[in-house]
């Protein structure tokens, strides 16, 4: 069994992956700073720290193509951020055309199981299908506008909103902090100047 085989059995794990991808690779800032320019490889290899043995798989000349497809997914969420599911909706649909699944039965332990890719597909493509897929199911059982992105001063990260009533709008409580503290510091200036 491959590491390929691990990753394709995550039921939701596109998503995540996804989200991870996209903050590890295609965003400028970060939590109010640009965004460091550090280790990709790395990057990549903790964004698929959801599933190890595809994580130990990852080579060098994979590199160049994650970071191909976290531009293409940020793009999806993108247009999330301006509401427009239609745009989002056509991008996935070309990645899924252009990186089909193959559901199939695999026997693994002496047990059937659903497989959505051959055990030595590469990783780079697979990848993309997962991923796509995985914010495709998400949208389509109605949680669009639960896929978000930052919306903090300098902060392009992306999330998936799993609160209760769905009203989240930061990707960590960092950035809301920051934001309130900024909010407060306005208020108080505003203040003295009222004086
Ligand atoms: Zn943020």
Redesign the pocket.
């Known amino acids: 069994m491959t590491g390929q085989v691990q990753l394709d059995s995550y039921d939701d794990g596109g998503l995540l992956v996804a989200v991870a991808t996209i903050n590890a690779l295609a965003i400028r800032h970060?939590?109010?700073r640009p965004a460091p320019t550090g280790d990709e490889f790395e990057a990549i290899a903790q964004a698929l720290a959801i599933d190890p043995p595809s994580a130990a798989v990852l080579r060098a000349e994979d590199v160049p193509g994650f970071v191909v497809l976290a531009g293409q997914l940020k793009e999806v969420f993108d247009d999330l951020d301006r509401d427009d599911v239609d745009a989002a909706a056509v991008r996935l649909n070309n990645l899924l055309t252009a990186h089909p699944a193959h559901p199939h039965l695999a026997k693994e332990q002496g047990r059937w199981r659903v497989h959505h890719h051959a055990s030595d597909a590469e990783l780079v493509p697979m990848a993309t299908s997962i991923c796509a897929e995985g914010i495709a199911r998400f949208i389509g059982a109605g949680n669009a506008g639960r896929l978000g992105t930052?919306?903090?001063t300098n902060?392009?990260?992306v999330y998936v909103d799993l609160s209760k009533n769905g009203s989240r709008r930061?990707?960590?409580t960092?950035?809301q902090n920051?934001v309130k503290a900024a909010a407060f510091r306005e208020r108080q200036s505003g203040l003295q100047a009222a004086e």
Do not use: T
Request: aromatic fraction near 14%.
């Open positions: 970060v939590f109010g930052c919306k903090a902060c392009d990260r930061f990707c960590s960092a950035c920051r």
